[in-house]
């Protein structure tokens, strides 16, 4: 009998092994239900095929090749990474809508023996679910925005409050990317529906009564835009802020971009797009600094003339309220679990 997700957690909490998408690859590279695995049915040139099949000729031909189709993708899954599979698997599948790709091959699995089940409405159910978290209900968990200019070590302390048993969500983690023009991270973003879809499983998962604490961020992470419920409820929330020295900020910097500081060019290319913020002079100083791996000198003047003025106009322009203040003297690793500590003893009961 095909399960029916009334939240977001059911389809964790039902005791299904496996989550399988049968949807083709463009489809599941746009969004899909987290953890799920990918075998498609009909690939992206097949799903086409069929669909105009549909619309040209008739459904009926449109089921028999489909059908066809998916017999022979079946039996490639089933001989390549469904072949270990003990008798007592259980999986969940899950297509489009719930209908014909899912169905067929739920009937497939059936017949090997194995207790397999799938989800009313597909994947528009588990989107409709997402959309109504993101965009629809107010957040019902209170929230706490972790702030501090760029290099207050925001992301590792949330990391620390973590590990105290705080509530957190690291919204740059399930972005992929650092929140700054440097923040490009390996594997690139998601699509916008799978980060609304990351976020709003995060939240789900949470204790409702109990504060959790957040980053502070633009409404944008990179390329993907916060989901507005959660935009609004971080515009309104509490604020506690990282103060620290920019030569404290500058030494954590330079750690933390390690990656990036190792890519010479990647790091001049990147540089090389502040051009229409600043004057060319600043620009070749910046660049100067980099070949020659003063890499601290680097971020103090990034943040001097670039990230600490902007950080300044955009608290203006939110018209945000004063933040209860952290001071922090040291960002060093040895340094953070008591910053967190300390931020954790801020937090409400």
Known sequence: MPVTLTRLTDVFELGFDTIIDVRSPAEWAEDHIPGAISLPVLDNDERARVGTIYKQDSPFTARKVGAALV??????????????KPGGWRPLVYCWRGGQRSGSFATILGQVGWRVDTVAGGYRSWRRLVA??????????????????????????LAHLAALGVQVIDLEALANHRGSLFGHRPGGQPAQKAFEGAV???LARLDPARPVVVEAESSKVGNLYLP????????AAPRIEIAAPRAARAAYLARAYADLVADPAELARVI??????????????WL????AGQVQDLAADLMARHYDPRYAKKREAAGQGPARRVVADDLSPAALPALARRIADLLPA
């Open 132 to 157: 109504e978290a993101c965009y629809d209900r107010p957040l019902t968990q209170p929230l706490v925005v972790l702030d501090g200019n760029t290099g207050s070590a925001k992301t590792e302390v």
């Open 71 to 84: 017999a022979r993708n079946a039996a490639r899954h089933l001989e390549g990474p469904l072949a270990d």
């Open 272 to 285: 090389n797009l502040l051009r229409p913020l600043h004057a060319a002079s600043v620009i070749e100083h």
């Open 200 to 202: 709003a499983l995060a």
């Open 228 to 235: 507005p419920t959660l935009w609004k409820a971080m515009v």
């Open 288 to 291: 100067a600094l980099a070949a």
